[in-house]
T-cell receptor, first 112, second 118 residues
Framework: ELKVEQNPLFLSMQEGKNYTIYCNYS?????LYWYRQDPGKSLESLFV?????AVKQEGRLMASLDTKARLSTLHITAAVHDLSATYFC????????????FGTGTRLTIIP | DVKVTQSSRYLVKRTGEKVFLECVQD?????MFWYRQDPGLGLRLIYF???????EKGDIPEGYSVSREKKERFSLILESASTNQTSMYLC?????????????????FGPGTRLTVL
């Protein structure tokens, strides 16, 4: 059974600081997705990572994938209040099944 | 823009009632999914469908059924609602994207239905 773990579950950080959210998964996969969810809203796709060493960047967010370590990171640079949200990673097993297994999410709060 | 809509944002039902949650997507996606989201548990897959009249169980199908009579519409049915089915329900759809090296399916989510069962 595929398990996806995120840490930390809660993160409170000051504006201007850098931090990283970690996503570990338990089985072989080469497709990993990051989503953002604002309070009371649905999930919005942020990044799709498709190979070992893949790196994607959008604004102050950068995601990377290490399939050998079964680890993805979401790095936040010089955080701003607008980035406050819950971030989820999700993994598709290598078998080709398109089911996503989600992590429990990281609730990020940016403090002025 | 991909649009996934759900029939209700908020719904309150009584224990034992039959509940229908409707999801419609306007992008001709093959795949549709139903999840429930609970605090501390993330999103859990209830059922999904790869084609019309086709369905497969997800990780937590007990107490639920689904129907997909048309490609754009995927319904989640609670045959006899119970209080432990109080949750946020999210529908998603996806299509296959093919790149030179591989293919993938990016899921697009609806706004969610917050269901309360009393």
């Amino acid at each position: 059974e595929l398990k996806v773990e995120q840490n930390p579950l809660f993160l409170s950080m000051q504006e201007g600081k850098n931090y990283t959210i970690y996503c570990n998964y338990s089985t072989t996969s080469d497709r990993l997705y990051w989503y953002r969810q604002d309070p009371g809203k649905s999930l919005e796709s942020l990044f799709v990572l498709l190979s070992n060493g893949a790196v994607k960047q959008e604004g102050r967010l950068m995601a990377s994938l290490d399939t050998k370590a079964r680890l993805s990171t979401l790095h936040i640079t010089a955080a701003v209040h607008d980035l406050s949200a819950t971030y989820f990673c999700a993994v598709t097993p290598f078998s080709g099944n398109e089911k996503l297994t989600f992590g429990t999410g990281t609730r990020l709060t940016i403090i002025p | 823009d991909v649009k996934v809509t759900q029939s209700s944002r908020y719904l309150v039902k009584r224990t034992g009632e039959k509940v229908f949650l409707e999801c419609v997507q306007d992008m001709d996606h093959e795949n549709m999914f139903w999840y429930r989201q609970d605090p501390g548990l993330g999103l859990r897959l209830i059922y999904f469908s790869y084609d019309v009249k086709m369905k497969e169980k997800g990780d937590i199908p007990e107490g639920y059924s689904v129907s997909r009579e048309k490609k754009e519409r995927f319904s989640l049915i609670l045959e006899s609602a119970s209080t432990n089915q109080t949750s946020m329900y999210l529908c998603a759809s996806s299509f296959s994207v093919t790149t030179p090296s591989r293919s993938y399916n990016e899921q697009f989510f609806g706004p969610g239905t917050r269901l309360t069962v009393l």
